[in-house]
């Protein structure tokens, strides 16, 4: 198999880089046409060369980037094919009554039940083993399928995989659909996790789960009794909402993780990059695409979240155009946080939404170059939060610019204890899975970065005093302070008073003893143990215990 191949129906004076090869046959990874077979079909090529001012030198160099974009997202994609085994048994709901359908999926081998939705009352299950609840003759019982297609459906319906709703599709249309789905139902992995960096993972009460609240299916559900995620692939439909929502980015997109995405977006210096999810058609888009502008094909469109849009900001040092039809709630948040940012900074907007024609046409006008912003780091291995925050310190610099305020969807402010209650536990620090709150030995004390902080208030739940963790959310703060670890809570070590080991924090020391030096009141010994460490605490007591029975002994 070759690498790029291109089909050529357009212009016959078209001049391509000679790594792409002109064809009208052949196999390749990547093709501009589906004209040709290929591993994946690249329409912005076409959209790009047919619409672009760019020279024809800039459109031949151009275009080449655009193949080696899709290249480098394909070598570190970690997308996962599945096969499963199904059958032809198909459940139609319909109230107008879908005969002639029936009847041609009977004839290719399908065994077809029609029922209306006064009939249906659920369904459940995966493609391949479905079962759906069925209301007839006041009784209700179940039917097993492979597949349920529903002519206008409700929410609850296309929750699992194998449901689809066929309103508007011909009846030639749906047979050939599910001759695709059967007998091997393919799927993909679109989503890969980390626990480690969960906020919802083995909590002791829940404080996330946003990524299961915002899935349209049933792909993302949450085990509450021991808060645990449970991932179904095969009901997900890789549209990534789960992702941009992820506050500390456990959840990665498989088609193009981070360090894919950080990757190509280094191609894309000195470029304007128009972000095209798979779903919008390029074909029939007719407009004047200025010189500069590439289009950066994705394959989804609502995980993208801030930590994307900032990347791409600074990696191609210009404005960014988002062509979609629809915006996730956490892409949204995102776009409104790094808008707020450019305009403090740079007093330009970042990023340009475009849900039509008219509005893409409006934005490329508007869309240029940003003096002084262009800045390329190095991603590799990064968690999202980490990333926006070396991206947003290197804009603030030595400045205080003032506050960013932050949507629902995308969790940022600060943490403060109280000094004087804090006992310096660490319960906090081993509450906090992204290293956000830390402890430094040597000063012994607590310290906190605010610009990697989920702000999931697990460090709150986790504190043993009352009202000494406060979280202030909903806001970035556009100073140097808060991209460093600052100190929070320091204490003195106290010191054993029986060998001089230093053994826990003096207020730690203090606090048990408020609590117990009452009930030890009575008893000396014991109430020493209250100052001792450990090691001297167990040799107190024994030896106390040792001078009451050599003082038996001799009392005869």
């Known amino acids: 198999?070759?690498?790029?191949?291109?089909?050529?129906?357009?212009?016959?004076?078209?001049?391509?880089?000679?790594q792409i090869e002109i064809a009208k046959e052949g196999e390749y990874l990547i093709s501009n046409s589906d004209k040709l077979k290929a591993d994946i079909i690249a329409p912005e090529i076409n959209f790009y060369l047919k619409n672009s001012s760019d020279s024809v030198l800039d459109k031949a160099k151009n275009t080449l980037l655009l193949y080696e974009a899709r290249a480098h997202g394909f070598d570190l994609a970690r997308d996962v094919e599945h096969e499963k085994e199904v059958g032809k048994n198909v459940v139609?709901?319909?109230?107008?009554?879908?005969?002639?359908?029936?009847?041609?999926?009977?004839?290719?081998?399908?065994?077809?039940?029609?029922?209306?939705?006064?009939?249906?009352?659920?369904?459940?299950?995966?493609a391949g083993e479905l079962s759906v609840i069925m209301l007839r003759e006041n009784d209700e019982f179940e039917v097993d399928c492979d597949f349920l297609l529903v002519e206008n459906a409700r929410d609850y319906m296309l929750k699992q995989s194998g449901c689809y709703e066929i309103a508007n599709m011909s009846d030639e249309n749906v047979l050939n659909f599910m001759l695709e789905k059967s007998p091997k139902f393919k799927y993909k992995?679109?989503?890969?996790?980390?626990?480690?960096?969960?906020?919802?993972?083995?909590?002791?009460?829940?404080?996330?789960?946003?990524?299961?609240?915002?899935?349209?299916?049933?792909?993302?559900?949450?085990?509450?009794?021991?808060?645990?995620?449970?991932?179904?692939?095969?009901?997900?439909?890789?549209?990534?909402?789960?992702?941009?929502?992820?506050?500390?980015?456990?959840?990665?997109?498989?088609?193009?993780?981070?360090?894919?995405?950080?990757?190509?977006?280094?191609?894309?210096?000195?470029?304007?990059?128009?972000?095209?999810?798979?779903?919008?058609?390029?074909?029939?888009?007719?407009?004047?695409?200025?010189?500069g502008v590439l289009p950066f094909a994705v394959e989804g469109e609502k995980w993208l979240h801030e930590a994307h849009f900032m990347t791409l900001l600074q990696e191609s040092g210009a404005s960014v155009i988002f062509y979609t039809d629809f915006v996730s709630r956490g892409s949204k948040d995102a776009i409104d946080i790094v808008n707020q940012i450019y305009e403090i900074k740079f007093a330009r907007k970042a990023v340009y939404v475009a849900m039509?024609?008219?509005?893409?046409?409006?934005?490329?006008?508007?869309?240029?170059?940003?003096?002084?912003?262009?800045?390329?780091?190095?991603?590799?291995?990064?968690?999202?939060?980490?990333?926006?925050?070396?991206?947003?310190e290197w804009l603030v610099g030595d400045e205080n610019l003032g506050v960013v305020k932050t949507g629902e969807n995308i969790s940022y402010g600060t943490v403060e204890i109280n000094r004087d209650t804090c006992t310096l536990c660490l319960s906090c620090v081993g509450a906090c899975n992204v290293s956000a709150l830390v402890t430094d030995t040597k000063t012994n004390s607590i310290?906190?970065?605010?610009?990697?902080?989920?702000?999931?208030?697990?460090?709150?739940?986790?504190?043993?005093?009352?009202?000494?963790?406060?979280?202030?959310?909903?806001?970035?703060e556009l100073k140097p302070e808060?991209?460093?670890?600052?100190?929070?809570?320091?204490?003195?070590?106290?010191?054993?008073?029986?060998?001089?080991?230093?053994?826990?924090?003096?207020?730690?020391?203090?606090?048990?003893?408020?609590?117990?030096?009452?009930?030890?009141?009575?008893?000396?010994?014991?109430?020493?143990?209250?100052?001792?460490?450990?090691?001297c605490k167990a040799k107190v007591m024994v030896q106390a215990q040792i001078e009451m029975m050599q003082k038996d002994i001799f009392n005869g």
């Open 356 to 392: 039509n024609e008219k509005e893409l046409k409006d934005a490329l006008s508007k869309a240029t170059l940003i003096e002084g912003s262009q800045h390329s780091i190095a991603e590799y291995a990064m968690p999202k939060r980490e990333i926006f925050a070396k991206r947003l």
């Open 189 to 291: 992995t679109h989503i890969f996790y980390d626990s480690t960096i969960c906020q919802y993972h083995e909590r002791r009460q829940e404080i996330c789960g946003r990524c299961a609240d915002v899935c349209p299916t049933v792909a993302i559900l949450k085990e509450d009794a021991t808060k645990h995620l449970v991932f179904s692939h095969i009901d997900c439909l890789g549209c990534g909402g789960c992702i941009s929502v992820c506050p500390s980015g456990a959840l990665d997109y498989s088609y193009t993780p981070r360090v894919a995405f950080g990757e190509i977006a280094k191609m894309y210096k000195g470029k304007i990059a128009l972000i095209v999810p798979k779903k919008m058609d390029l074909a029939n888009l007719s407009l004047n695409l200025p010189a």
């Open 447 to 476: 310290m906190f970065n605010p610009s990697i902080c989920t702000n999931c208030g697990y460090c709150e739940v986790s504190c043993a005093e009352k009202d000494t963790i406060v979280l202030k959310r909903g806001e970035i």
């Open 482 to 535: 808060y991209f460093v670890y600052n100190e929070l809570a320091r204490d003195e070590l106290f010191a054993c008073i029986e060998c001089g080991k230093e053994f826990a924090t003096k207020k730690a020391v203090e606090k048990i003893a408020s609590i117990m030096g009452p009930k030890f009141a009575s008893d000396p010994i014991k109430h020493k143990t209250l100052y001792c460490c450990a090691d």
């Open 1 to 18: 198999m070759k690498e790029f191949g291109f089909y050529n129906d357009f212009d016959d004076s078209l001049m391509l880089n000679e």
């Open 92 to 126: 139609i709901v319909s109230n107008t009554g879908r005969e002639k359908l029936a009847e041609i999926l009977k004839e290719n081998g399908f065994k077809v039940i029609e029922i209306t939705h006064f009939e249906m009352k659920f369904v459940y299950g995966a």
